[in-house]
């Protein structure tokens, strides 16, 4: 296998593997069927995430076009001078190498999480979840009919159909270097890679968001945004699960019973602290540690804070590190929220839904990491990257 593919090379390969997910779209669709009608869990954060449509297919296609038109990631100088003695020194950026992505339940990280990869230059490792393995073996049969027609190694995307044990003994020994591990799941599994991983690890997926109902807010707007939040995709690891409310907001009780009735609307389980307390429909708290719960269904945390303050103290402490929002019209508190919140996305007067590779602009993503290095909040194209340094002398010594 040739240890580098050129820019051309690549493009090729993902604008081929963009036309055989839409040519073969029918088989895709009944291998997902086979993953779904085997499936018999509850976990409905899980069926969301394993479930493959038309839907979810035009966003793999479009996410592989999209891919294939990028400026390449690779050789681009971050810096250079020229030393005293005549040497050129540069820094560029240059592929990891080997990626492996463990995932859970969803398919079409087999395409836009690997073609992310692809396109950055990197070998590619697959390793996902049982519940997903006909949709996942599908569309890698994909991947190396799209290298073949390109006359390059199918080595550059394996699957590895693994069970847990496998894994485990994979990750603490493998059989080939690897550079990076991302996995993209619930909390036990990136635990677990961490745990037997002897590689870095970038992780990613946790969310446990929090939303700021400052008390000079809009309060239709919190309304809106707490609601778009919490309901519309309760699988994803931007979804809302805490709510904090100004003591001081203006007909706070008025709010606090309208909020309840919209989210009920929508079958959502609520908690309350003291702080909000006493409104039908809602359970006290009897354990503090649902602070620290990503919930990844209908069931919300409404609670009462006393300013600034201790808000930001309780999302710092509370909070997975992936995204808080604040709604206020007070310019000056939104920007020390905003500066003060230890988050990898902040956000003043929108929803927590947004924090998305796409979303950002990005074109999609590898991940949304929730770690400081080497990259925080959505992974895309450009950042799947590490670095070389390049020195060009003519017999210069030290």
Not at 191 to 199: D, G, I, L, R, S
Request: hydrophobic content about 40%; charged content about 25%.
């Amino acid at each position: 296998m040739s240890l580098f593919l050129n820019i051309a090379q690549r493009n090729a390969v993902l604008q081929t593997m963009a036309q055989l997910v839409d040519a073969e779209r029918t088989a895709i669709l009944a291998a997902n069927k086979k993953d779904m009608d085997a499936y018999n869990g509850e976990d409905i954060a899980m069926r969301d995430r394993l479930v493959v449509n038309d839907t979810k297919i035009e966003g793999m296609i479009e996410s592989l076009f999209h891919l294939a038109k990028q400026e390449d990631p690779l050789g681009v100088e971050r810096f250079q001078f020229t030393h005293e003695n005549g040497m050129r020194v540069s820094n560029k950026t240059a592929p990891f190498g080997t990626v492996l992505i463990i995932y859970e339940s969803r398919p079409d990280v087999t395409i836009e999480a690997a073609g992310i990869a692809f396109k950055s230059g990197n070998k590619i490792l697959l390793k996902g979840g049982k519940e997903s393995l006909q949709s996942n073996l599908a569309l890698v049969k994909l991947w190396h009919r799209a290298l073949s027609e390109n006359q390059i190694s199918n080595d550059w995307v394996t699957y590895l159909q693994f069970d847990r044990k496998q894994t485990q003994a994979y990750l603490e020994k493998p059989d080939q270097k690897i550079d990076l591990i991302v996995p993209r799941g619930g909390e036990r599994l990136i635990a677990f890679v961490k745990q037997h991983a002897t590689c870095p690890v970038i992780v990613s997926g946790r969310g446990n968001n929090f939303v700021f109902v400052d008390k000079d807010a809009d309060q239709e707007m919190a309304l809106d945004i707490i609601i778009n939040g919490k309901t519309t995709k309760i699988s994803a690891c931007n979804a809302l699960d805490k709510v904090l409310i100004d003591d001081n907001l203006p007909d706070k009780e008025k709010f606090t019973r309208q909020l309840i009735s919209k989210l009920k609307e929508s079958d959502v389980e609520i908690l309350v602290d003291s702080g909000v307390s006493g409104f039908e429909g809602t359970s006290e708290i009897t354990d503090e540690a649902v602070w620290f719960e990503e919930f990844l269904d209908y069931k919300i945390v409404l609670g009462g804070v006393k300013d600034l303050e201790e808000t930001v103290a309780k999302i710092n402490r509370y909070g997975g590190g992936h995204s808080a929002s604040i709604i206020t019209n007070n310019e000056e508190i939104a920007d020390s929220f905003m500066n003060n919140v230890d988050t990898a996305a902040v956000y003043h007067n929108a929803s927590t839904r947004f924090t998305d590779g796409g979303q950002f602009g990005l074109g999609g993503e590898l991940a949304i990491s929730t770690d400081k290095l080497h990259q925080r909040g959505p992974i895309g194209l450009q950042h799947l990257v590490t670095n070389k340094w390049y020195v060009k002398g003519n017999g210069q010594i030290r």
